[in-house]
């Protein structure tokens, strides 16, 4: 696994760790299958922006969301 790919999961992993501690009650599984599936779609949504755009970048919005979330105003 490249260096870059170790520290995207390690990210992600974190993500869900402070989830996990956050004294939510959200099951771990629910938070995989999310975060698989936000992945899966960042993935298609770049293929279909003809991957123009930086793997790097791309990996910045998604981790950008996922860490931060959306925030409505």
Same mark, same amino acid.
């Given at each position: 696994?490249?260096?870059?790919?170790?520290? &995207?999961?390690?990210? +992600? #992993?974190?993500?869900?760790?402070? /989830?996990?501690? !956050?004294?939510?009650?959200?099951?771990?599984? #629910? &938070?995989?299958? #999310? &975060?698989?599936? !936000?992945?899966?779609?960042?993935?298609?949504?770049?293929?279909?922006?003809?991957?123009? +755009?930086?793997?790097?970048?791309?990996?910045?919005?998604?981790?950008? /969301? +996922?860490?931060?979330?959306?925030?409505h105003r």
């Open positions: 696994m490249p260096n870059s790919s170790i520290k &995207l999961y390690g990210r +992600i #992993y974190g993500q869900k760790a402070a /989830v996990a501690h !956050s004294g939510l009650d959200i099951p771990a599984s #629910y &938070l995989e299958d #999310y &975060l698989a599936g !936000s992945f899966s779609d960042t993935v298609q949504w770049w293929a279909a922006q003809k991957m123009e +755009i930086p793997p790097e970048t791309v990996a910045g919005y998604f981790l950008t /969301v +996922i860490e931060n979330g959306i925030v």
